[in-house]
């Protein structure tokens, strides 16, 4: 059964950093890919970045880009998600979730069948 653990999340200060961790099981292929996700109260789910295990392919939204990045270690089946210069309108349950057998990543929420419970991020001074 596949299986997505986060965590990593907590509270930070504007302009702060923090990582968090997406750990997946249950599955041995090689080919899956890893979306991340963040729902803030009153909004919809937005995704914000994916990676690809199959060619370490990744994307990041406007919204992310350029503070934000995802890294693996296939030693720990693990996918990160490091973000930086963060602010309070990233505060936001933050949700990985996981399509196994595609080569192509996506932040399109449809497309991924297993997700993890989520980790509350909260940027505030």
């Known amino acids: 059964q596949v299986q997505l653990v986060e965590s990593g999340g907590g509270l930070v200060q504007p302009g702060g950093s923090l990582r968090l961790s997406c750990t997946v099981s249950g599955f041995t292929s090689n080919y899956y890919t890893v979306g991340w996700f963040r729902q803030a109260p009153g909004k919809e789910r937005e995704g914000i970045s994916c990676f690809s295990n199959f060619d370490g392919s990744t994307y990041y939204t406007g919204s992310v880009k350029g503070r934000f990045t995802i890294s693996r270690d296939n030693a720990e089946n693990t996918v990160y998600l490091q973000m930086n210069s963060l602010k309070p309108e990233d505060t936001a349950i933050y949700y990985c979730?996981?399509?196994?057998?595609?080569?192509?990543?996506?932040?399109?929420?449809?497309?991924?069948?297993?997700w993890g419970p989520g980790t509350q991020v909260t940027v505030s001074s």
């Open positions: 979730a996981t399509e196994v057998g595609r080569t192509v990543c996506s932040v399109v929420g449809d497309y991924y069948d297993y």
